[in-house]
C-alpha cells in the first residue's frame, strides 16, 4: 500500500532550527490528513491536521502545509527542540469515500540535537 | 487527559492458540478502531467499530479476527488461531465523532509476540 508515502527515513536538524517533514500521497479521494508523533513504547499522539479545503494550519510551533495539485504535506517545526526527537507518521483518509480509516506513511525519523 | 487503555502491554502466545486483546477507549467516544504495526511496517488499519457493530474493516481482518464490545468500556480484539505473522504493536484508538479537529486518540500497544 503506497498511497502514503514518507521518503525520507531519517531527519536530524539543530535545536533552534526549522524542521521540515514531508509526506506525498497518491489518493486524490484523501480529504482530511494528520501528523501523529510516536516516542518508543507509545501510541502515535496527535500533533495536527489539515482539510482539504485548505492550504494551511498553524498551531505554536507546528504548521501543516498542503499542496492538493502535487499531493503533497509538509510539517513544519520551528523552532525544533530536543523533546520533539520522536517518529513523526503522516495520515490522511478519504472520508467522504472510505469513512474514518486512516492510511499511514512509513514514518520519520526526526533527531533535534542540543 | 483522558486516555486510551490496553491491557497487557505485552503478550507472549503459542502458534494456534487464542489471545484477547483488551482496550478501554476514551469513555464518551463514540467510535472504536484496531490498528496493528509489525516491526519496521507502517501502521495498518483493521477495523472500526461504531454503534455496537463492525463500520468498516480490512483486508487484513479475516476469519481469525474478532472485535466486541462487551459491556459499556471495554472494547476487545481476539485473534482465533494466533500465527507466526501476527506478531506485532496492536493499537486501540478512539474517537468521539468524526469531523475536523477531532483526532484519533491511540493506547499505547500492545506487543504480540507469537512463538
Known amino acids: 500500500d503506497q498511497q502514503v508515502k514518507q521518503n525520507s527515513p531519517s531527519l536530524s536538524v539543530q535545536e533552534g532550527r526549522i524542521s521540515i517533514l514531508n509526506c506525498d500521497y497518491t489518493n486524490s479521494m484523501f480529504d482530511y490528513f494528520l501528523w501523529y508523533k510516536k516516542y518508543p513504547a507509545e501510541g502515535p499522539t496527535f500533533l495536527i491536521s489539515?482539510?482539504?479545503?485548505?492550504d494551511k494550519n498553524e498551531d505554536g510551533r507546528f504548521t501543516v502545509f498542503l499542496n492538493k495539485s502535487a499531493k503533497h504535506l509538509s510539517l513544519h517545526i520551528v523552532p525544533s527542540q530536543p523533546g520533539d526527537s520522536a517518529v513523526y507518521f503522516c495520515?490522511?483518509?478519504?472520508?467522504?469515500?472510505?469513512?474514518?480509516?486512516?492510511?499511514f506513511g512509513e514514518g520519520t525519523q526526526l533527531t533535534v540535537n542540543p | 487527559e483522558p486516555e486510551v487503555t490496553q491491557t497487557p502491554s505485552h503478550q507472549v502466545t503459542q502458534m494456534g492458540q487464542e489471545v484477547i486483546l483488551r482496550c478501554v477507549p476514551i469513555?464518551?467516544?463514540?467510535?472504536f478502531y484496531w490498528y496493528r504495526q509489525i516491526l519496521g511496517q507502517k501502521v495498518e488499519f483493521l477495523v472500526s467499530?461504531?454503534?455496537?457493530?463492525?463500520?468498516?474493516k480490512s483486508e487484513i481482518f479475516d476469519d481469525q479476527f474478532s472485535v466486541e464490545r462487551p459491556d459499556g468500556s471495554n472494547f476487545t480484539l481476539k485473534i482465533r488461531s494466533t500465527k507466526l505473522e501476527d506478531s506485532a504493536m496492536y493499537f486501540c484508538a478512539s474517537i468521539l465523532e468524526w469531523a475536523d479537529n477531532s483526532p484519533l486518540h491511540f493506547g499505547n500497544g500492545t506487543r504480540l509476540t507469537v512463538t
Open positions: 489539515i482539510s482539504s479545503i485548505k
Open positions: 469513555s464518551n467516544h463514540l467510535y
Open positions: 467499530f461504531y454503534n455496537n457493530e463492525i463500520s468498516e
Open positions: 495520515a490522511a483518509s478519504a472520508r467522504e469515500t472510505s469513512g474514518s480509516r486512516l492510511t
